[in-house]
Each structure stands twice: as C-alpha cells, then as structure tokens.
C-alpha cells in the first residue's frame, strides 16, 4: 500500500496568513493527488484534485502543487472558515489511501 | 442535485455482521464516469477508506480490512451495500460513502471523491 504522510500534524495561523501543508507518498504518484477539508461533525469536502486542479466553487485562496512524492496545498490569506482539518489522499492505485490530517487552528 | 446517504444500524454487537447501505440520487451507478467508495472516521481520528465499486463492477478493497469486506451494487435501487463481518469495538466509527468521478486531465483520468454522504454513525458494544 502507497503510504501518505502529511506535515504539520497541526498548525496555529492567523486570519490573513499564508498557510502551507505537505504531503509526501511513500512512492511516486505522478500527481494522483486530492486534497479534502473537513469541519468538525461534517463530511470532508474535495478541494484539489490531480495535485493542483481547483474543485468548483472552490475559492482560488486555496492552491495544489507538487508531482513524484511531493505535495504541497496552499492557502493564501487565510480566512475565518478555513480552520478545519486537512486531507491528502492518493488516487494512484487500489487501496486508496489518505494522509493522517493537518489540523489548522487558530492563533 | 447528487446525493448520497448512508443508512443502517446504529449499534452493532462485537462478532456481528454490519450491512450498511448507501442510497444515491442525481446520477446512475451505470454511468462509466462515476462510482462509490465507502471511508471510515473513528472518533478524534483519520479517514480510512475502506472499499470502492466501479460501473463495470469491478471492486477494490483495503487491504488491512479486505478479508471482512463486501461492497455491491443494485443499479436498478440506486444503491450500494457495504458489509463487514466480525464487528469489533475499533470499528466503532462514522461511515460515509462518496461519489467517485472520473476527469480527463492533460490525457489522464483521474479519480476524486467530489460529493459525500453526510455520514452514519456505527458503535460496536455488547
């Protein structure tokens, strides 16, 4: 199974921050990559996918990049209904695979 | 408008078998482009996928679980049936399902789980 890690496990920031959240995989996925938010008591919600393909209606604050094994969402200035908790996840190949979570909180 | 949503048993005893169905409505689980997986959230931790169905049927499941996971589908109902054997307490989670599309993307498809189940919640206890 592909192993996906991702840095920090929790981050504090504050509102108008730029927040960056890595995700590696333990072999190359070429850019098989998506990227998940999720809010406490809610259902994930698809932001990128294929590494750096914006989700619509997905605000462009938010930004994938990254190919290989390295991967890198991106949050430009960072706004009040952003703090959730951040997913990677592997589409590359069966079983499918997600990353542990990136907490971001407020500072 | 997709949606999706999970339904089944509240409480599960350990050893039981839990039949957890998800019932889809705005698109057809005959249609080549999409399809569902089943992913799991114990309480305070990470998502876990746990199995996906395609349009032609063909299954794929996680590995650690694979040997008491069963995914199908009834095309016709809308629906598709995750089942799990020999129910523990660590299975104790919220189970969601999700829709999986399929984009063409600089000649490649990729896969993306683009609209989820709201979530039912499992506990397993005697």
């Known amino acids: 199974d592909i192993q996906m890690t991702q840095s920090p496990s929790s981050l504090s920031a504050s509102v108008g921050d730029r927040v960056t959240i890595t995700c590696r995989a333990s072999?190359?996925?070429?850019?098989?990559l998506n990227w998940y938010q999720q809010k406490p008591g809610k259902a994930p919600k698809l932001l990128i996918y294929a590494a750096s393909s914006l989700q619509s209606g997905v605000p462009s604050r938010f930004s994938g990049s990254g190919s290989g094994t390295d991967f890198t969402l991106t949050i430009i200035s960072l706004q009040p209904e952003d703090f959730a908790t951040y997913y990677c996840q592997q589409s590359y190949s069966t079983p499918w695979t997600f990353g542990q979570g990136t907490k971001v909180e407020i500072k | 408008q997709v949606t999706l949503k999970e339904s089944g048993p509240v409480l599960v005893k350990p050893t039981e078998t839990l039949t957890l169905t998800c019932t889809v409505s705005?698109?057809?689980?005959?249609?080549?482009?999409?399809?569902v997986s089943w992913i799991r959230q114990p309480p305070g931790k990470a998502l876990e996928w746990l199995a996906h169905?395609?349009?032609?049927?063909?299954?794929s499941y996680s590995t650690s679980l694979k040997s008491r996971l069963t995914i199908s589908k009834d095309t016709s109902r809308s629906q598709v049936v995750l089942t799990m054997t020999n129910m523990d307490p660590v299975d104790t989670a919220t189970y969601y399902c999700a829709r999986v599309d399929t984009a063409l993307v600089s000649y490649y498809y990729y896969y993306y789980m683009d609209v989820w189940g709201k979530g039912t919640t499992v506990t397993v206890s005697s």
């Open positions: 705005g698109f057809s689980l005959s249609n080549a482009r999409m399809s």
């Open positions: 072999q190359s996925i070429s850019n098989y």
């Open positions: 169905i395609f349009s032609n049927d063909e299954k």
